[in-house]
């Protein structure tokens, strides 16, 4: 029997694929969506991810098939992934990708176990409070079974007193498609986070673009696309926004940022069109604006929400901080120590779904105040992620909340 889902009484869950490069996940998305989200030319060229990839998919159940993307049974969950990119240089944009989700697949290769970007990734999920995870035990076609099992009782004995500690951990192969039915049951045990649809929204934006094939005609041109996810709240079509920190300027040797103010002309959750939008689910709104102000992902980092609700943007900030005892996502070097903050010290701070750098102005007490490249849009308690440049990679060395 088949059913077409009604996605809008459907619970939705949004999962990041993390891990290692390398380690599968753009393949095991691939299997979990049927889609390829490396298509940039540069992904193609080096066989890497380098972009946030956005795939959604149906899981439905059935009492003989069991669970299936292929519409067999009843609809189960919407799951919209997100596909993180694994190498180490990336860590930022994997950051941003944390902050869009509910939950987590850890991928770890049997055949090669943790390595720095697993540890640094499950740190990263672990500081911005994503408990739900599931370790997918990938390429289990290229080991012995005795090594599978070596390799599952390492991983176990990683994860002891993380936040991965009680995961799941499933044998899988990506690219032969075995086992991918075991991580769709343990996706639908997830229990969805509740949904604020009542307070004022937040969405928070990770992409941002222009949807217009070239030589469509004036009259049918779209306006700039804004990706991401809405924490909070409700947004409607003909519904007023608000977007901070806005349009860079250059003005007189100086960048501005100016608060835009728009309306929502469309509203989408992967392909449907829908009314309006609720938390959950990659969604995206078409706005009013010229296409060219969204294009290449110029508005990724804003916060959307009602006009004149969003605090004022500052370029000033504190920070109550917590930092890692030992380096983890370091290819090049064993674990060493993470040394203190240090005054004039640059950092680069990961705040949702933006990214900006800072120099630390003064140090009190585990508070770091820090004068920002770039503004961000200040919520109380939010979540920081500090990273440090070591030998020209930033590295995550700990978190902090905004004070
Ligand atoms: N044998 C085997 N190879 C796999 C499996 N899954 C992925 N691969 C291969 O591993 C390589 C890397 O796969 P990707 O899916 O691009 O890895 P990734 O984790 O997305 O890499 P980054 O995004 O760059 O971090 C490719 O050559 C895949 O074909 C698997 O289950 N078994
Ligand atoms: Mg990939």
Known sequence: MTKEANIENLETINIIIAGHIDHGKTTLLQRLTGKWTDTHSEELKRGITIKLGYADTIIYHDAKEGYNREKKGTPKRYVSFVDAPGHEMLMATMLSGAAIVDAAILVIAANEGIKPQTKEHLMALQAKNIKDIIIVQN????????????????TKNALKGTVGENAPIIPVSAQQGVNIEKIYEEICKIKTPPRHTEKIPIFLVARSFDINKPGTKPENLHGAVLGGTLKLGKLRVGDQIEIKPGLTIKEANQIIYKTIKTKIKSLHKGNYELKEITPGGSLSIETELDMSSGKADSLSGCVVSAPDKLPKIISEIKIKYTLFPEIIG????????????????????????????????????SVAELSLKIPIVPFKGENVGIARNINGHWRLIGFGKIV
């Open 139 to 154: 390429k289990i076609d290229l080991v012995t079974k005795e090594q599978a099992i070596k390799n599952y009782q390492e």
């Open 330 to 365: 370091s290819v090049s070097q064993t674990n060493t120590k993470v040394e203190p903050l240090k005054t004039t010290e640059t950092m680069m701070l990961s705040v949702n779904t933006s990214v900006t750098v800072g120099t630390i102005k003064k140090l009190t007490n």
